[in-house]
């Protein structure tokens, strides 16, 4: 392409925006629309003046009108959609609205509302976004993605097959699709993907949901999921596409199912830079907020034992960045791994259980004879014969954790650490007020969804959106060639230093009080804290290909806290030159 083409970089500085739209291709764009925002020289210059009334709003005055018009609806799931039309219609509008209410809306456009819009997709769908690749057209993989631009058009790809959507399973190309949005959408507005250089790619292979496939207005392949050779074909040919049309675009996997999820991880994290969010970005939260409260109760790694439930993708995640932090410690491989034990359905992964288990859960097992006598499918038997500190729940069991397995937990820790991570809430293992009850407020909680305060007790979020957009923004910036444990392991520790329990003085009461994790409301500064963090261990790692980056932190913070989009408008002045991007 004409190296006079429109590219969205990172701008920020400029005052002025190229648009090469005019009249209802303007309006029509969700990236150009500045809806009743359009000056009076805008509207002359893009032939807009009959397409609008004669008023200009500021942004501020659409922010309060959309707020109102959003609070008039009282239902979730209603709100969820108004968001969505909005996103639609106008992305500065939509994100300077989420940013102003992050707490109240963050809830609506991501976990857990939108696992209700997902399984509603088909019976709710509008208008089409992103890009939709079809197992039974792999030869088209090239020509629909570059209809959302060309190499230099795109930074950041989130994909899913739809398998594991959340704790709700299978949910086609309705789960695939309204995943990638969502937490692209949190890269968007915690982490300054600009909104055009961003995309969300549902891969539809079939799908295993019998309620989808019968449902008559279901907008996907009815057959079943597609898997083995053919599977890992399309997949194969998806990415290699993108190694030689998109070769720095930083990819996202979302909800992959287990047999999946984990295999293509490694099969391209040498090839394109790529991360898996469930395993990654999950294993990267979770042992940050673990370590933010072991420091905060004068307890070490090492000293811990960690008991995971639910050694799917998320739970054996978790298990592998806790033995990465081990090694940090100067454990031996096999040391790290005997800190970690593993439930999955079959009960406690113990060698004898391999036919039933994967080789990531067979790196857990553990002996036999060390457990006789012991009825390794009873969480609450093997909690009271390993004595573990940590019980995290990675399950989608909800209320697993019962009151005899909390208090089986406190029985042997003063201050155990619970974190029933499965979301949505209807998922969770069990709820933040009632573990405190069982543990007399002993307990040191974070949750996968978000939970209101209990009393003066704030729950932090154990989400890993505090996690994913540091990590994605940070391979971003130096459009990394490879996504390394070491950047992984850079996260953990920028976000274990900004858990609220490192401002309390020692000893500190209120330390169950203020919550392992940052606030929703601080999700934006420690994401690019984290971006810088992830940035400067890629460039000692040697996997930048951007010259002359800074490699002081703050500088590096600086630099990524100017490359952020901001949801705010510029002046328009018209171009006529070529453009391939998504409008
Ligand atoms: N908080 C977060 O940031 C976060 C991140 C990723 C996933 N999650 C949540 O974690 C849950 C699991 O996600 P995933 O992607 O790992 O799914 P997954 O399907 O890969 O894993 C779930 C695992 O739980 C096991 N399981 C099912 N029933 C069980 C039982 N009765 N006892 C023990 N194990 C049982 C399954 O066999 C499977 O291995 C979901 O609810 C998801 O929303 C939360
Ligand atoms: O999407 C979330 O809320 C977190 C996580 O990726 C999940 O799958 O549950
Ligand atoms: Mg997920």
Same mark, same amino acid.
């Given at each position: 392409m004409s190296s006079n083409k429109i590219i969205f970089k990172h701008e920020e500085d400029k005052d002025t925006i190229e648009c090469p739209l005019s009249k209802f291709e303007l309006i029509n764009s969700s990236i150009f629309n500045k809806g009743s925002a359009f000056t009076s020289e805008e509207k002359e210059l893009f032939n807009l003046k009959g397409l609008l009334p004669s008023k200009t709003n500021t942004l501020e005055e659409q922010i309060e009108r959309s707020y109102k018009q959003y609070s008039d609806l009282t239902h979730p799931l209603r709100k969820n959609d108004f968001m969505t039309s909005l996103r639609q219609q106008n992305k500065t509008l939509y994100y300077a609205l989420v940013a102003k209410n992050l707490t109240e809306m963050i809830p609506i456009v991501y976990t857990p509302t939108e696992g209700d819009a997902i399984i509603n997709y088909s019976n709710r769908f509008r208008r089409p976004e992103g890009c939709f690749l079809d197992i039974t057209c792999p030869e088209e993989i090239k020509d629909r993605l570059q209809c959302f631009g060309l190499k230099e058009d795109l930074d950041y790809i989130v994909v899913s097959d739809g398998e594991a959507i959340l704790g709700i399973g299978c949910q086609g190309v309705g789960g695939a699709s309204r995943i990638s949005l969502a937490k692209l959408g949190l890269m968007t507005l915690c982490a300054g993907i600009h909104p055009a250089r961003g995309l969300a790619v549902a891969l539809d292979v079939g799908t295993n949901n019998k309620d989808l496939a019968t449902d008559p207005l279901y907008m996907g392949n009815k057959f079943s999921r597609i898997s083995g050779d053919k599977y890992f074909e399309f997949l194969d040919k998806f990415m290699m596409v993108l190694k030689e049309h998109y070769p720095n675009v930083i990819v996202h996997f979302e909800d992959f199912g287990v047999p999946n999820a984990q295999i293509l991880l490694d099969k391209y994290r040498d090839v394109i830079p790529c991360f898996n969010d469930d395993i990654q970005g999950t294993g990267a939260v979770v042992t940050a907020s673990l370590m933010a409260a072991l420091k905060y109760t004068n307890r070490t790694l090492p000293d811990s034992k960690i008991l995971v439930y639910g050694a799917g993708t998320a739970g054996c995640g978790i298990a592998q960045q806790i033995v990465n932090h081990l090694r940090s410690f100067g454990l031996s491989e096999e040391e790290?791994?005997? #800190? @970690?034990? +593993?439930i999955d359905r079959f009960g406690l992964i113990v060698e004898s259980l391999k036919s039933k288990s994967n080789p990531t859960q067979m790196k857990y097992a553990k002996k036999d004879k060390d457990? %006789?006598?012991?009825? !390794? !499918? $009873?969480? %609450?038997?093997? @909690? $009271?014969?390993? #004595?573990? !500190? +940590?019980l995290i729940g990675c399950s989608t069991q909800a209320g697993a954790f019962t009151e005899d397995i909390i208090k089986t937990m406190h029985k042997y820790n003063e201050d155990p650490i619970i974190f029933p991570l499965s979301n949505p809430t209807k998922k969770s293992e069990a709820v933040p007020a009632d573990i405190l009850k069982w543990t007399n407020n002993k307990a040191l909680v974070a949750t996968g969804s978000p939970f209101a305060d209990v009393g003066e007790f704030k729950i932090a979020q154990n989400n890993n959106c505090f996690s994913f957009p540091g990590i994605g923004m940070g391979a971003v910036t130096i459009k990394a060639t490879k996504i390394s444990d070491g950047m992984i392991s850079a996260c953990v *520790?920028?976000?274990? &230093?900004? $858990?609220?329990? &490192?401002?309390? #003085? %020692? *000893?500190d009461p209120r330390g169950h009080s203020v919550g392992l994790l940052p606030s929703v409301e601080e999700i934006i500064s420690c994401s690019s804290e984290i971006a810088a963090a992830v940035a400067i261990e890629g460039i000692k790692e040697g996997l930048s290909t951007v010259e002359g980056l800074p490699t002081d932190f703050s500088e590096m913070k600086k630099l990524v806290e100017k490359n952020m989009w901001k949801p705010a408008y510029k002046k328009y002045v018209k171009s006529d030159k070529p453009y391939t991007f998504q409008i």
């Open positions: 790290a791994y005997s #800190k @970690i034990y +593993c457990f %006789e006598g012991v009825d !390794t !499918t $009873s969480l %609450e038997q093997v @909690i $009271s014969h390993i #004595k573990p !500190t +940590c *520790n920028a976000l274990a &230093n900004l $858990s609220p329990l &490192n401002q309390l #003085k %020692e *000893n």
